[in-house]
Every structure is written in structure tokens, then in C-alpha cells.
């Protein structure tokens, strides 16, 4: 199953983080001394032993609370919406590749410590678990910016244990909490290889939005950036 509604700016595809084309863009673009990445075999290493941590049932489940919203870049087989508590959505993290340069940096979205989350949990059979995830690990643990956790999400069937990723505090290029403001005015700002900050603003609190999970900093932020762009 995949989420079909349009998105705008440049999206990986799953194949780019399985044959790992989107770590090789990183490297074409000269941006390697930008990001320490994790090396593949330790990503999917945290993959097995995520899914060996699975509860029993018949799906393990993953959260997403930005791009994996609207660009899960792998085959799910079930999506609810849903709300993880522990954690908050927050832009906390510079992005100096994807979303923005080294001299003009974007922000990106972490879930950090505290608060409640809404978001989506998605789905996949037990038995396809490791294939589908695989480009889950390439993709989000393609740096150092993210661990990942085993969180509980209530959705409207009930509770569910889903892997999420959280910020790693000790990334460089974790920021911690900044004022509306600032966060927008690097968004407005930012643009990498992957296309304009905005867009990554933009399409993640419409998709929020369509799917009835309004989110009021997100939307805020919109608001403060459609500013700094008149």
C-alpha cells in the first residue's frame, strides 16, 4: 500500500536506500564530510534486532511523523492514525545536506523527549518484515542523527508497539529547542540536493492536516515561513 497523494520537490524511492543509491548521492555530491554515516551492516544489524524485539502478533509497526507520512518509500500493509506519548514532533536538528547547505542550513523534524506525538503507524506482516524494513534502516539511520526505540502508539484499535526514531542528543547536528521564529526563518532559507526546506514543511503539515491530525506549532511554522518568503 502507498499513500498516493501528490507531493512536491524530490522524493527518494525505495530502491534509492536499497541499492543504495541515496547514500551514493551523498558521496557524488562531495557532501561526505558533512555527515558521519552509519555503516550499512550496523543498520542492518539494529534492523534484526529490532525486529527480534518485535511483540508477538501477526504485523510490526513503524511511526511516522514526518516524510514517512507522505513519502514511506516501502510496501506497508495496514496504516492508522495514532498518537505516541513520550515524545513530541520538534525541528531540531540542522540540515545541511537534504534540506539546506553548510552555509545556509535547513532544519528537520526529530521526535525529542517529552509531550505527545500524532502521527501514522504503519504496518507490515511479520513474515515481509525484514525485506520492507530494510530500506526503513537505510533511510533513517543513514547518519548519526536518530536511535531507534520501541514506542507505544494508541490508535483508534487499540495500542500498538511501533519502532520509532528519536533524536540522538549527541548528533552534531542536533540543536535542541529553538524559537518559532528562528526555526522558520532557516526553513524559508534552506535548500539542499533533495529540494527546498519548505517543501519538507509544507507537504509534512498537509498531509497532517488531510489525515485530521492538525498539528498547531506545525502550522504556525507555515504561517511564519509564507512571512519570510512575501
Not at 527518494?12 to 541515496?22: A, I, M, N, P, V
Not at 520492507?132 to 490508535?155: C, D, I, N, P, Q
Not at 487499540?158 to 547536528?173: K, L, R, Y
Request: hydrophobic share 35%; net charge neutral.
Amino acid at each position: 500500500m502507498r499513500n498516493n497523494t501528490p507531493v512536491h520537490g524530490k522524493q527518494l524511492s525505495k530502491e534509492d536506500f536499497l541499492t543504495g543509491r541515496h547514500d551514493q548521492m551523498i558521496v557524488e555530491a562531495g557532501l561526505e564530510k558533512l555527515m558521519k554515516r552509519t555503516p550499512i551492516e550496523v543498520r542492518m544489524a539494529r534492523r534484526d534486532e529490532m525486529i527480534r524485539e518485535a511483540p508477538a502478533g501477526d504485523m510490526v509497526w513503524v511511526f511516522g511523523y514526518g516524510s514517512l507520512i507522505w513519502n514511506p518509500a516501502f510496501d506497508y500493509d495496514e496504516m492508522r492514525t495514532g498518537t505516541l506519548h513520550g515524545y513530541h514532533r520538534q525541528f531540531c536538528f540542522w540540515s545541511k545536506i537534504g534540506r539546506g547547505t553548510p552555509e545556509n542550513p535547513g532544519m528537520m523534524l526529530a521526535l525529542d523527549r517529552g509531550g505527545s506525538c500524532k502521527g501514522v503507524v504503519l504496518g507490515v506482516k511479520r513474515e515481509r518484515a525484514q525485506e520492507e524494513l530494510t530500506s526503513v534502516f537505510m533511510r533513517e539511520l543513514t547518519g548519526e542523527t536518530y536511535h531507534a526505540k520501541w514506542g507505544k502508539v494508541r490508535t483508534n484499535k487499540g495500542t500498538v508497539d511501533a519502532i520509532t526514531f528519536v533524536a540522538n542528543h549527541d548528533a552534531e547536528q542536533y540543536v535542541g529547542r529553538r524559537p518559532p521564529e528562528e526555526i522558520a526563518r532557516y526553513i524559508a532559507q534552506g535548500c539542499g540536493h533533495l529540494g527546498p526546506c519548505t517543501d519538507y514543511l509544507f507537504n509534512t503539515t498537509q498531509h497532517l492536516e488531510e489525515l485530521g491530525l492538525n498539528d498547531p506549532m506545525m502550522r504556525r511554522l507555515c504561517d511564519l515561513v509564507e512571512r519570510e518568503l512575501s
